[in-house]
């Protein structure tokens, strides 16, 4: 049980390399009737880019939504870099975690969804510094500071002062990374991110997110169905059929030799 007390700023706790960062402990989600997670463990370490892969419904989306607190297990514990997401520990017990708990330890944890739920009411920069400004408490100098840098980085310094509705959708895609990046989180999950993009779209944004794997630290967790970007940027792939892991590895060997007939099997289908 971890004894460390929730951080108040995610700065202030960094991530040490190498270490798991998150842990996933015997957790079962149902949906009704339907168990989509049973009994599922794993960990992933600091730093490190992990795919998911698996045909469709076997619960890859469902775990990060528990990640981001958007669905709660039935059974087991989730925990960030230590603190339990599902529980916190009161009077030396573990109790179902409340909403400032949550808040706090949601702090390390960055979303980017396939649909980019931007603000539309808000320009570029504003959907960018919102966050830090209102939840991290940064000063508007600071966060727009942070936001230029993050825009400069998805390549689109020049359109700072746009709505959403006047960038294309790869565009959108790139401010809304650039938006979960500015809360500095220690892990990025990125759930189908160019599922919903026009085709000729898809590359700039996959570039803009091999950039980030190879220049930041940050924690990357991907559901994607681009099998080359994943063979690319993961040191880690994770096969998922319903509901369990069958298989993981290196991309190397996931992609290049892999040991499950039902890996082979789904990847002959889709590559
Ligand atoms: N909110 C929900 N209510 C009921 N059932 C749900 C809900 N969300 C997901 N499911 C079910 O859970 C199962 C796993 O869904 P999930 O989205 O995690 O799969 P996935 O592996 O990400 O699939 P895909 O590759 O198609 O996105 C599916 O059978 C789905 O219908």
Redesign the pocket.
């Known amino acids: 049980m971890s004894a460390d007390t929730t951080p108040s700023n995610q700065e202030a706790n960094p991530p040490v390399d190498g270490k798991e960062l998150i842990r996933f402990d015997k957790v079962t989600k149902r ?1 009704g009737g ?1 168990t ?1 997670l049973d009994d599922l463990s794993f960990g992933v370490d600091s730093g490190k880019h992990v795919t998911l892969i ?1 045909p ?7 775990i990060l939504r528990l990640l981001m607190t958007l669905l709660k297990p039935e059974e087991g514990t989730i925990r960030v870099n230590g603190d339990y997401l599902t529980h916190e520990e009161r009077g030396g017990k573990l109790v179902p975690a409340g909403e400032k708990h949550i808040r706090e330890v949601r702090k390390n944890i960055g979303m980017v969804f396939q649909q980019f739920n931007l603000f539309p009411n808000m320009r570029v920069l504003r959907n960018i510094t919102e966050a830090p400004v209102t939840v991290l408490g940064l000063s508007k100098d600071e966060a727009e500071s942070r936001a230029r840098d993050l825009l400069e980085l998805v390549g689109l310094t020049e359109h700072l002062d746009k709505y959403p509705s006047q960038l294309s959708g790869g565009q959108q895609q790139r401010v809304a990374i650039a938006r979960a990046l500015a809360m500095r989180p220690q892990v990025l999950l990125l759930d ?1 991110v160019t599922s919903a993009l026009d085709p000729e779209l898809v590359a700039g944004v996959l570039d803009v997110l091999r950039d980030i794997a190879r220049s930041t630290d940050i924690t990357m967790l991907c ?1 994607t169905h681009e099998m080359n970007f994943a063979r690319d940027i993961s040191d880690q792939v994770m096969m ?1 059929d319903e509901g369990h892991i069958i298989e993981t590895g290196t991309a190397e060997k996931i992609f290049g030799d892999p040991d499950h007939t039902r890996t082979r099997e789904f990847l002959s289908a889709v590559l």
Not at 56 to 62: H, L, W, Y
């Open positions: 949906f339907n989509v698996g469709s419904g076997s619960g890859k989306t469902t189908e559901v998922f």
